[in-house]
């Protein structure tokens, strides 16, 4: 790797890093801190819901400022927007707040991760690309997973630990901190190296080009739409159990103030994520095409989410979330790679954010049904539940396999030769 590039991604892993450090710190005792406030947990998980009915409003919108105004400019937005929603999020804790206000509050924290969605992985591609990388997406990706992973485990172990000792609120004023030394970061070191925007068009003009090629080389392209429809199955059943996980896991160890504990599910998968992004570019080189990586890593984690709800025992719980932390690494970074060599520069961040805004649908719907689950049957059925929906999301990775998408045979040494 070339000292440019070296550069490039550095700065791409300390902005992964903080973001994750950041998130992370209330990642393990958000259900338990909205319960805290006096929600149900349908009101619970319905506050997630409205999170991620946020992304779906404002996913493409924002995605279209990424590609026209820029990746730094949409990352400052981002951490800006975060900041501030995180410090009403504790006000609306503090105040007991009826469920309306943590609906609208939560609308604009998806906001916040909407500028963040698509642009940093766009930037960084196209940084790469601009610098001349002559490596694999996937060990990129790999290592952004590594650092992700140990930022989630620093993150949600002290904020177990930090709520522990202080209460459920304090996390989230230090991930609001957290974030202000983000945007100081990035304003400094953050440059759009391979991608100029483009101020000669009106910004709705600029919208409607970007959006209708965005559409040209995303969802018309056979092999981009499939992989596309099958995130929102995959990913609102993934982000309910990683939520849902908290709750029970302090049901299967038997003690409801244990916080510490229920910071442990993030920190477990923390660390399944740091050696699956270690082993992804490896277990990529194993097979001769992405899809194939992908598609088995799904299909394991349907099983072992269902082994974890029909469990009774802790430590076994704790067995199975490392398994299922680590397909999920596993799959991530070879995914990425995939999407990112099929779609061209100019589009790069929006149809990424049409993929986020995908599995942000999911989340909308599966993450209330399967909440209203868990109040009627338990966290145990409710996941067992959550298996059976994510199956639906193979049939889709099957079709995107079926196209024979060059991205798919793609070996590591090819991806410097990508056109940018």
């Given at each position: ?7 490039v991604q550095r700065?791409y892993?300390?902005l992964l ?5 950041a998130?992370?710190?209330i990642?393990?005792i ?6 805290d406030?006096g ?6 998980f ?7 009915v946020g992304m ?8 279209v ?13 981002g ?8 410090g009403?999020y504790?006000v609306?804790?503090?105040?007991h ?8 509050v ?19 591609v196209?940084?790469?690309y601009?610098?001349g ?25 002290l ?9 459920l609120?304090v ?14 970061f990035?304003?400094?070191v953050?440059?759009d ?7 000669s068009?009106?910004p709705m003009?600029a919208?409607?080009n ?16 499939y992989?596309?429809?099958s995130?929102p199955?995959?990913?609102?059943v993934?982000?309910y ?8 896991l ?17 920190a477990?998968?923390s ?14 080189g ?10 088995g ?5 349907t099983?072992v989410l ?8 802790f430590?076994?719980?704790?067995v199975?979330l490392?398994?299922?932390g680590?397909v999920?690494a596993?799959?991530?970074?070879v995914?990425q ?12 961040a ?7 805004l ?10 209330p049904?399967?909440?209203r ?5 338990g ?7 959550g298996g ?20 798919d045979?793609?070996?590591p ?6 056109e940018?």
């Amino acid at each position: 790797m070339n000292p440019a590039a070296r550069r490039v991604q550095r700065v791409y892993l300390v902005l992964l890093l903080g973001n994750t450090l950041a998130a992370s710190f209330i990642w393990g005792i958000n259900t338990l801190f909205l319960l805290d406030a006096g929600l149900s947990n349908f009101e619970a998980f319905a506050a997630n819901a409205f999170f991620t009915v946020g992304m779906v409003i404002f996913e493409i919108p924002t995605g279209v400022v990424a590609d026209t105004a820029g990746r730094k400019v949409s990352y400052l937005l981002g951490t800006t927007t975060l900041s501030v929603t995180t410090g009403l999020y504790w006000v609306l804790w503090l105040s007991h707040a009826p469920f309306v206000w943590w609906a609208i509050v939560s609308v604009l924290l998806g906001l916040g991760f909407t500028f963040f969605s698509g642009a940093v992985e766009a930037w960084l591609v196209d940084a790469l690309y601009s610098t001349g990388y002559a490596g694999s997406l996937e060990a990129v990706f790999g290592r952004g997973l590594m650092v992700s992973g140990i930022a989630m485990f620093t993150g949600s172990v002290l904020g177990g630990v930090i709520a522990q000792v202080s209460d459920l609120g304090v996390p989230f004023l230090v991930r609001a901190g957290v974030l202000v030394v983000m945007f100081l970061f990035a304003f400094v070191v953050m440059k759009d190296l391979g991608f100029r925007a483009d101020h000669s068009v009106k910004p709705m003009e600029a919208t409607r080009n970007v959006l209708a090629q965005s559409i040209e080389h995303g969802l018309k392209k056979r092999s981009v739409r499939y992989m596309i429809l099958s995130a929102p199955f995959a990913s609102g059943v993934g982000i309910y159990a990683f939520y849902a996980l908290q709750p029970y896991l302090l049901e299967l160890y038997g003690d409801a103030s244990a916080y510490s504990i229920a910071g442990l599910a993030a920190a477990v998968l923390s660390i399944s994520q740091v050696a699956g992004g270690m082993l992804a570019p490896r277990v990529r080189g194993l097979f001769a095409r992405r899809t194939t990586t992908v598609i088995g890593a799904f299909a394991a984690s349907t099983i072992v989410l269902v082994l974890i709800g029909l469990n009774s025992l802790f430590w076994l719980a704790i067995v199975f979330l490392v398994v299922w932390g680590f397909v999920f690494a596993v799959a991530a970074p070879v995914r990425q790679a995939y999407l990112n060599d099929m779609i061209p520069s100019k589009q790069r961040a929006t149809v990424l954010s049409f993929d986020s805004l995908f599995g942000s649908l999911g989340g909308v719907f599966i993450q209330p049904a399967l909440g209203r689950c868990a109040d009627l049957w338990g966290y145990g059925i409710s996941l067992v539940i959550g298996g059976a929906v994510e199956v639906i999301a193979l049939p889709f990775l099957f079709a995107s396999r079926r196209q024979h998408d060059p991205s798919d045979t793609r070996s590591p040494r090819e991806d410097a030769s990508v056109e940018p």
